[in-house]
C-alpha cells in the first residue's frame, strides 16, 4: 500500500499516530478527486487529526479539491460543527467563502439538513439565510429540495416569509423543488406561508408537472386540492402532468390522471401521452393507455411520427412487437364499426320522420301495408306531400326509388299523444301480413316441428333398420347353411 493511501486512511479513521509516523507524505497526499487529508478528516469529525494537519502538518484550510470545495465545505455538509468551529477560527475562511458551484456552507448544510450546523452558522457565524448561490439559489431552495422541514422553517422565519417564492435562475421556487423531489410536507409548509403553488419554471413547468414527472402522487393530490391546479395543465410546449408520467413509466400517476383529466391531449408537436411512452419504451404505459383509455395506435404526430417508428427507432423490441398487434385489433374493429355504420344508415331509410318541428315519430316501422291499415279514424293517405305532416320513405328490393306517402294528421289529434306512445310497432292484421315489405336483414321464420308427424317418422325410421337387420341375418344363416 502506498504511503499516500495510508496517509487517508489514518485521516479517515481518526489514526493521528500513524499521521505522525508519515509526516513527510502528509501533506501531500491525495485522491484522484484531488481530496487531501484534511478534507478525510474534516468530513469524519476527527478533530485531533483536523489540528495536527493545520498546524503540524501545515495544511491549509483553504486547500481545494478537484471540484472546489475546501474541508470547511465538507465539514458543514457533514454536519461536523466542532470542526466548523475549529475552521472559522482560524481566520482563513468564513461563511461566504464558496465552492467550485457557488455553494457556501450554509447551503451544503441546508441540503443535507444539519439543523445544529444550520442554526449556530446562522446565528454565531454570521451567516447570511439568503445568500444566493451563482445560480441565484438560496438555502431554502437546498431545504426544500432536500425535504428537511426543521431546516426549512429556521431559514424561512430567520429569511423572512417573502423568501418563499425567491426564484432561481432556471425559474424554480422553493415549492417547485419540493415537489419535483416528493417531499410533501415541505409543500405544504410552504404554501401555508403564501409560496406559489402555479408559479412557472423558465421551460414553463409548474410544480405539478414536476411532481408527475417522478411519480409523486400525493403532492399532485395536494397541489390540485389545495393548490388549486388542473390535471391538464400545460407547460411551455403543451404537455400535460400526463404526457411527463407516461415518459417516466409511472403507470399508477397515468391512471389518477385519466379519472380527474383528459390523458388523450396532445403537445403542440401532436404528441399524445402514448407518444411519449412508445419512444421511451415505458410498456406499462402503452398497454395501460392502448386497452383502458384505448388510444388509437396509428395516430401522427405534426412529424409524421408513428407509436410504431418511435418504439423501432429507440429500439424498444417489446414495445413494438406490442403495438403491431394493438394496431391489427384496432383496424379489424374499425372495420367492423364500418360495417356496422353503413347497415345502420340502410336500416334508416325506412324510418318515418315528422315534419312538424320539434316532434318525431314515437315509434319507427319498416312496414308500409300495416302502417296503412293502422290508422285511426280521421287519418287519411295521399300521394301528394305539399302539406305532409308526416313522410314514409319505403325502398323496394329492386333499390326503385323511393315512394313517398304522407299522412295527414287531424286538428282534432294531439300530436304529443304520438310522441309518447308506448307501442313499439303498429299492430299487424291477417290481411297486411302478406303486404309486408321483406327485409334483407331478417331471417325466415323456423317452422315448428310437429310432435306426432316428428314421432311418426322415427318409429318407421326403427322399422326399416330392424327389418334390414333380419335380413341380413337371414341371408348369412342360408350362406353357412350351404357350406
Given amino acids: 500500500m502506498a504511503e499516500a493511501e495510508r496517509v487517508l486512511i489514518a485521516a479517515k479513521d481518526g489514526d493521528l499516530q500513524t499521521l505522525r509516523s508519515l509526516r513527510r507524505s502528509a501533506p501531500f497526499a491525495a485522491d484522484g478527486f484531488g481530496a487531501t487529508a484534511l478534507h478525510y478528516a474534516a468530513r469524519t469529525g476527527r478533530i485531533d487529526c483536523v489540528k495536527w494537519l493545520v498546524e503540524t502538518a501545515g495544511i491549509s484550510p483553504k486547500v481545494r479539491g478537484r471540484s472546489g470545495a475546501t474541508p470547511f465545505h465538507d465539514a458543514a455538509a457533514q454536519g461536523e460543527l466542532e470542526c466548523v468551529k475549529y475552521f472559522l477560527a482560524t481566520g482563513e475562511v468564513d461563511a461566504d467563502t464558496r465552492d467550485g458551484s457557488g455553494h457556501t456552507v450554509l447551503h451544503l448544510s441546508a441540503r443535507f439538513g444539519r439543523f445544529d450546523t444550520v442554526k449556530w452558522l446562522i446565528e454565531k457565524g454570521n451567516g447570511n439565510p439568503r445568500v444566493k448561490s451563482r445560480n441565484y439559489m438560496t438555502p431554502v431552495h437546498f431545504a426544500a429540495c432536500g425535504g428537511h422541514l426543521t431546516c426549512l422553517e429556521l431559514l ?32 405544504k409548509y410552504l404554501h401555508s406561508v403564501d409560496g406559489k403553488c402555479n408559479a412557472r419554471a423558465r421551460d414553463g413547468m409548474l410544480p405539478i408537472h414536476a411532481a408527475a414527472q417522478n411519480g409523486h402522487l400525493d403532492c399532485i393530490g395536494y397541489l390540485m386540492e389545495k393548490g388549486q391546479s388542473s390535471a391538464n395543465e400545460r407547460d ?55 386497452e383502458n383509455v384505448e388510444l388509437n395506435v396509428q395516430q401522427k404526430d405534426k412529424e409524421g411520427m408513428t407509436l410504431l417508428t418511435l418504439a423501432e427507432k429507440n429500439g424498444h423490441r417489446r414495445c413494438l412487437d406490442y403495438l403491431k398487434i394493438a394496431a391489427s385489433k384496432q383496424a379489424k374493429a374499425q372495420k367492423r364499426l364500418t360495417y356496422t355504420k353503413e347497415r345502420q344508415a340502410v336500416t334508416e331509410n325506412l324510418t318515418p320522420t315528422m315534419k312538424y318541428p320539434g316532434k318525431s315519430l314515437a315509434f319507427p316501422t319498416k312496414r308500409e301495408a300495416s302502417f296503412k291499415t ?17 313522410q314514409l320513405s319505403i325502398n323496394d328490393k329492386k333499390n326503385k326509388p323511393a315512394v313517398l306517402k304522407e299522412i295527414i294528421i287531424p286538428p282534432s289529434v294531439n300530436t304529443r299523444d304520438l310522441n309518447e306512445s308506448t307501442e313499439p310497432f303498429p299492430p299487424r292484421t291477417q290481411a297486411t301480413v302478406s303486404k309486408v315489405l321483406p327485409s334483407p336483414f331478417t331471417k325466415k321464420p323456423v317452422r315448428e316441428k310437429q310432435p306426432f308427424l316428428h314421432r311418426l317418422y322415427w318409429i318407421s325410421f326403427l322399422l326399416r333398420q330392424s327389418f334390414l337387420k333380419s335380413q341380413v341375418r337371414n341371408y348369412y344363416s342360408r350362406k353357412n347353411k350351404w357350406i
Fill in 374 to 390: 293502422s290508422l285511426e279514424p280521421g287519418f287519411h293517405i295521399r300521394e301528394r306531400p305539399e302539406r305532409a305532416s308526416l
Fill in 156 to 187: 424561512v422565519f430567520k429569511a423572512g416569509y417573502s423568501c418563499v417564492n425567491d426564484v432561481a435562475t432556471d425559474g424554480t421556487t422553493p415549492l417547485y423543488l419540493a415537489s419535483q423531489d416528493g417531499n410533501l410536507d415541505c409543500v
Fill in 236 to 290: 411551455g410546449a403543451g404537455a400535460t402532468p400526463a404526457h411527463y408520467a407516461a415518459s417516466q413509466g409511472h403507470v399508477t400517476v397515468l391512471k389518477w390522471l385519466n379519472a380527474k383529466g383528459d390523458v388523450t391531449a396532445t403537445d403542440q408537436m401532436g404528441g399524445t401521452p402514448l407518444h411519449d411512452a412508445a419512444e421511451q419504451g415505458q410498456f406499462e404505459c402503452i398497454r395501460y393507455l392502448v
